[in-house]
């Protein structure tokens, strides 16, 4: 589905990305981990065409996704193969549209349906997120963050994309929400064929939506392999004081002594 060749971003000499490279296959799932400006949300909006690399290959389907302006139905079938959903489902839904027409709308932008054939639709993409009836006409203001994001994930799907790319898709909910929508992630990969890259910081997530681990800093890889085997044998010192900064059973944080300064 997505074979990425040394890929590469350098804003005005400072290079962000720096040769990564790898290939992910239909139903199958990548994390990307990293701390903040290890180049991992870079690379993804490079792969999603929301930014154009300095070098290397980006090929979908077996066709290279070139920069350059192209015409609106060509805009649109390259969006309808990768869809991208963001930490803030919020910001990119309309508060005046209820979750219903939210989801009709990406529907209609990708597929010719009316009437009928697009209600049936639409209700098959909630139901597919786990929302029901009463959700499908509430208003974004009147839905839980966890709901926002199913609503988002729901307008990714209606373009039956090839590639599902979530960028901190988790990272705002608390940890039992987090815990449905990776769940819900992963019955939609089996289900639909649809390939997912998860961008995260939180190696703690990657074991319950992912089948490989890639592990970048400073805008190269340091470690890729599968999740199994990086989490639980980590071959690069950078990794393993990650997965040591991940909070373990009965942690609780070091209260800090009384301000004398």
């Given at each position: 589905m997505l074979e990425v060749t040394d890929l590469r971003k350098?804003?005005?000499?400072?290079?962000?990305?720096?040769?990564v490279g790898f290939a992910l296959g239909a139903g199958e799932s990548l994390a990307v981990v990293g701390e903040s400006g290890s180049g991992k949300t870079t690379t993804a909006r490079m792969i999603a065409g929301l930014e154009p690399p300095s070098g290397g290959r980006v090929v979908v389907a077996g066709e290279e996704r070139r920069p350059g302006r192209r015409g609106g139905a060509d805009?649109?079938?390259?969006?309808?193969?990768?869809?991208?959903?963001?930490?803030?489902?919020?910001?990119?839904?309309?508060?005046?549209?209820?979750?219903?027409?939210?989801?009709?709308?990406?529907?209609?932008?990708h597929r010719p349906l009316g009437g009928e054939a697009l209600r049936a639709r639409v209700a098959e993409l909630l139901d597919m997120v786990g929302m029901?009836?009463?959700?499908?006409?509430?208003?974004?203001?009147?839905?839980?963050?966890?709901?926002?994001?199913?609503?988002?994930?729901?307008?990714?799907?209606?373009a039956e994309p090839r590639v599902l790319i979530l960028d901190e898709a988790v990272a705002a909910l608390d940890v039992s929400i987090q815990a449905q929508i990776l769940n819900l992630l992963a019955r939609i990969r089996e289900s639909t064929g649809t390939a997912l890259l998860f961008i995260t910081h939180d190696l703690g997530a990657v074991p319950y939506v992912s089948d490989e681990v890639l592990v970048m800093r400073a805008g190269r890889i340091v470690e890729h392999g599968p999740v199994e085997r990086v989490l639980g044998a980590p071959e690069d010192a950078y990794t393993r004081r990650l997965i040591d900064s991940i909070p373990k059973p009965g942690w609780v944080p070091r209260r800090r002594g009384p301000d004398t300064g």
């Open positions: 350098v804003y005005g000499g400072f290079v962000a990305v720096d040769g805009r649109r079938t390259r969006a309808g193969q990768i869809q991208m959903v963001f930490q803030d489902p919020y910001s990119s839904l309309d508060r005046r549209q209820s979750v219903a027409d939210a989801v009709a709308e990406a529907v209609a932008l029901d009836d009463r959700q499908a006409r509430s208003l974004p203001k009147e839905l839980s963050g966890g709901q926002r994001q199913r609503v988002a994930i729901a307008r990714a799907l209606a």
